[in-house]
């Protein structure tokens, strides 16, 4: 992307941005843009990319992967998964291509976020993390993934961060390995990949990885992966258990019983991120909030101190990964604030220029955009 | 609803026309609103209201239910909501409220139709319909429900529409049902309430059901159930099987399936409504588009001869059923287009006012809340 490109490309969005109701008026937007000379002056502003949900992986858990989608004893949905992209995919093919970017942290990564005009990936360790090992197997692959990032991290400082994985098979113990990836490893939150084992972060024997996270002021992005088995039979036909279908139904299930567990009385400064805008849990908060209002005032269910929908806006943080769309975009900066969207790519998994050019075209304020590109990013994982 | 009232709300809804991108300039829906009388004229305008998703039971039926759900020996997540709307509910309570509404069609169900001005209910038979029954059961239960809704839309020919139910059970005399029921009885066209012994529509056996559809040129509404047993496991917990978030996960897999089990490619044109908002499939049609593609191009998925999203708008329309949201609502008018969105209250399960007034001060221009308060029923339902 040129210079010029960038340039027109601003000016389109800054022209298109009175469609969203931000506060923003046509003329405050393009007085912003002014500032930030966006207009044809000789040095064209153009907002820090900070892309959030990037994937890798080690050699070892790649290797290990491929082992497990060799396995003919589970009928887990993700063994498909690591069996397409880690045992030997074809040369050549985008299984292939997947595999080899997930394990570079230094060449090809840097040259296409390059080639695009990405500043930061924010990485973090691919689906389906440590979370399909035994506890102490898990453990070990935790520790050493966390310190593989945080060696890419220190190789390349102005280029990415990290989110730390843990092994949710044992809570305590993943609580100090919580404490060690951000402490002394200085990585800046952490992920994790929806259910483990089949069980759900609601339940209380988790909840230590909640107070982990809460005490040192640090988000948990709540990856998606496939159904767990006890919901997967609908998605195990016409392939829908993965990122066309399954995730969402899986992750945007998830995060409503985080809600109506009552972790957010609980942990009321924990902050989950959700990819792939939300996964729909936006679209749903008038009835989620309508429907718990009823149950409530009916003396059905658990009493909470906030509406879902307020817990959604103070507990939660949303990206942008694999959903290109400006009607969506407009929808949850109306919806959810200015303060609760990021920029990602979901890189190897989506092409990079694609979903800068969507940014550069959103119909968004200048300001918005800037929150949205880098700002929010830089708060919420205290990016530098 | 007072005439001033109506009056007021109309034109509080033309001043915010201006914010969804539906084509029409502030100047042309005051224009338009001008032409409708709906400035302070002698005689104001107001649209016709038609309900599309309005549910009733028989006595019989809900007998059957009561009965259904005080067995121990089904896992249906439906079982529940049987027994708390059938089995004898505290008197007072909204169940009892539900139970009493669904049993009439004659009194108050239309003292509250005229109070919040509301022209038609489109009438259909309850979850979980005649679905949980044997085969020759379900097509007895069929048959007389569809003849006793039948009966009261030639009571109340000018306030009821009807939706046949049939028994997915037994496709082939589902399909005659069909055809009895549209041309004898004129019902309007069909509702069925997602899974059916944990089977989907898109199984070919159940295709005589889309060939009498199509053939007979009447919709059918997709209505939700909660999750089907082999998806039930992660909403059992904190009662979020139901509306709360449960149907929303089931149907939308559903409808997702009938797009990539290739039934439009046989079935052209075939139109099924969706519920709350298109059960959120309208959120993804980016996604399933982008990831739809990639798998095609990798020989990895059945090809279809149109994109995700090119189906959803030629062979969906959905209703705002249980989704009052403005925000949710202008994305959908904008992403599906102003032919494929219809208003309905899920009476009894939702209040009729608040579904009034959420359309009345729809930001929206008069001429796009015509299609939807009652244009794109009358012409998808063939009402008159």
Same mark, same amino acid.
């Given at each position: 992307v040129s210079i010029t490109r960038r340039t027109l490309l601003t000016a389109a969005a800054v022209s298109a941005a =009175? @469609?969203?109701? %931000? $506060?923003? @008026?046509d003329a405050a937007a393009a007085t912003v843009a002014r500032s930030q000379g966006a207009s044809a002056s000789l040095k064209p502003y153009r907002h820090r990319r900070i892309a959030t949900e990037e994937a890798f992986t080690t050699p070892a858990l790649a290797e290990a992967y491929k082992i497990l989608g060799r396995t003919t004893t589970s009928s887990n949905l993700d063994i498909a998964f690591m069996k397409s992209i880690f !045992? !030997?995919?074809? &040369? =050549?093919s985008i299984r292939d291509e997947f595999r080899r970017r997930l394990l570079d942290l230094d060449t090809e990564r840097l040259a296409i976020m390059d080639e695009s005009g990405v500043d930061m990936h924010l990485l973090s360790l691919t689906i &389906? =993390?440590? *979370?399909?090992?035994d506890a102490d197997t898990a453990l070990d692959f935790s520790v050493s993934a966390n310190d593989a990032l945080a060696e890419a991290v220190r190789r390349h400082p102005t280029r990415f961060g990290g989110l730390a994985c843990f092994a949710p098979q044992s809570p305590r113990r993943a609580a100090k390995e919580m404490e060690r990836a951000t402490q002394?490893?200085?990585? +800046?939150g952490f992920i994790v990949n929806s259910h483990t084992n089949n069980e759900y972060l609601d339940e209380t024997k988790f909840w230590p990885i909640f107070e982990a996270a809460e005490a040192l002021g640090r988000p948990i992005y709540l990856h998606p992966r496939s159904p767990s088995d006890g919901m997967a039979a609908p998605f195990? +036909?016409? *392939?829908? %258990? $993965?990122?066309?279908w399954g995730y969402a139904a899986e992750t945007g299930t998830h995060a409503v019983r985080l809600i109506f567990s009552g972790v957010f009385d609980r942990f009321p400064k924990l902050k989950i991120v959700l990819g792939h805008m939300g996964e729909a849990v936006p679209y749903w908060l008038w009835r989620l909030d309508f429907m718990h209002a009823r149950r409530t005032a009916e003396g059905m269910t658990k009493k909470l101190q906030l509406t879902p929908s307020e817990y959604f806006r103070r507990n939660f943080a949303i990206t942008t990964s694999g959903v290109e769309s400006h009607d969506v975009l407009t929808y949850v900066v109306n919806v959810? $604030?200015? !303060?609760?969207v990021m920029w990602a790519i979901d890189y190897p998994y989506q092409p990079t220029q694609p979903a800068v050019a969507f940014m550069d075209t959103a119909p968004l304020p200048p300001s918005v955009l800037a929150k949205v590109y880098h700002q929010n990013a830089e708060r919420i994982f205290h990016l530098v």
């Open positions: =009175g @469609s969203v109701a %931000s $506060g923003k @008026s !045992d !030997d995919p074809t &040369p =050549g &389906p =993390g440590v *979370q399909m090992f002394n490893l200085k990585l +800046n195990r +036909n016409y *392939q829908m %258990s $993965g990122s066309i959810l $604030g200015v !303060d609760n």
